[in-house]
């Protein structure tokens, strides 16, 4: 027995180093994440993309591979990134060309609003000693994932604190968004998707779709109006804090 | 699917040399998505290969997502220090712009209706 141990360890290990062995467990990971959230009646922290994150640690952990193994053997999937992120555009274009009559209001809430979250993030960090790394990794919070991973890279944050800053304020804000806009009395789907898009970009743009279309068209367009500003804006604000 | 896809990468590519030319600190991929937009506003509609591969590869963002987000494993450190400094700046950030937000934008609707 220990004998046939010894060697599937073996095997799985050197499985582990050959080429494409990243995107096979990542495509695995989320495909199981995709049932699993389907199957849970689409419960916002059950994100197909969470649980492939979980189950992919998991898996490197249990078989001892170095992430940058990982890394490099899922490159593919990482490289597609960037194209998928320009098609970000598509959606951009078709509710800023269905919103267009309110385009302007949702642009100064986009950007004061979007202003106001980070800053009173980075005030708390800042007051609770955080470190320089974790300042730098959470201005991008509040945007899409992969805009805020491309971003963080930029401007010297660590894509990965990013990326996980980023889940956790989705998955809360998807959660707390609709009970606290209901507690407030605030009935309006434009009002209520502006804001859950706003705060929560992608998960708070799918809590929306379960509310009504116009809620959904709302949030996606706050979510990508969020997320592109703060691209364009962020690199130059980091660079003249650090000269 | 192709076609779209040459559209993608091709507006990455004009992002990156976009950025390189004048100096800017901005993503390739973040220019390449407002310059794919600019072109869309000109155009006045979605060309139909691009449709086609965006329908594609929007929903598949979160499989690409997977790698980098993987990396955390290697900041445990950084987590132990910073971790309840991260989730109390991302909770209590997150509740006051619940309760700012809404407002904001209603005053800003009045603001421009006048």
């Known amino acids: 027995m220990s004998h046939f141990m010894n060697w599937l360890g073996a095997f799985l290990n050197s499985l582990a180093f050959a080429p494409l062995f990243g995107v096979l467990i990542t495509l695995g990971a989320f495909l199981f994440g995709q049932k699993l959230y389907r199957t849970s009646g689409q419960h916002p922290v059950l994100q197909p993309v969470i649980i492939g994150i979980v189950l992919v640690i998991l898996f490197l952990l249990l078989l001892d591979v170095p992430y940058s193994q990982y890394y490099q053997s899922s490159y593919l999937l990482h490289a597609m990134l960037g194209p998928a992120t320009v098609a970000l555009a598509i959606p951009l274009f078709q509710n800023a060309r269905r919103i267009r009559t309110l385009l302007l209001p949702i642009l100064c809430t986009v950007t004061v609003g979007g202003t106001f979250t980070v800053s009173v993030a980075m005030a708390i960090l800042w007051l609770l000693d955080a470190s320089s790394q974790s300042l730098l990794s959470m201005p991008t919070k509040s945007i899409t994932t992969p805009i805020a991973v491309i971003v963080s890279e930029k401007i010297g944050g660590i894509p990965a604190l990013s990326a996980l800053c980023v889940l956790l304020t989705g998955a809360l804000g998807a959660m707390l968004g609709i009970p606290i806009m209901n507690r407030l009395g605030i009935k309006d789907d434009g009002i209520r998707g502006l804001t859950l898009g706003l705060s929560a970009h992608a998960l708070g743009t799918a809590r929306a779709l379960e509310e009504n279309d116009e809620c959904a068209a709302f949030s996606a367009l706050a979510m990508s109006l969020t997320g592109v500003l703060t691209a364009l804006v962020l690199p130059f604000v980091v660079g003249w804090i650090a000269f | ?114």
């Open chain 2, 1 to 114: 699917m192709l076609a779209g896809l040459l559209y993608l990468i091709g507006f990455q590519l004009l992002g990156h040399l976009l950025g390189a030319l004048l100096g800017l600190p901005i993503p390739a991929a973040v220019l390449g998505l407002v310059l794919l937009l600019i072109y869309l506003l000109v155009r006045g509609q979605v060309p139909p290969a691009l449709a086609d591969t965006g329908a594609v590869l929007l929903p598949l963002l979160p499989l690409f997502l997977i790698p980098p987000s993987v990396g955390i494993i290697e900041y445990g450190e950084l987590l132990r220090r910073d971790g309840v400094a991260i989730a109390l700046a991302l909770l209590v950030s997150l509740l006051l712009t619940f309760l700012l937000v809404p407002y904001l934008f209603q005053f800003f609707i009045r603001l421009f209706r006048r």
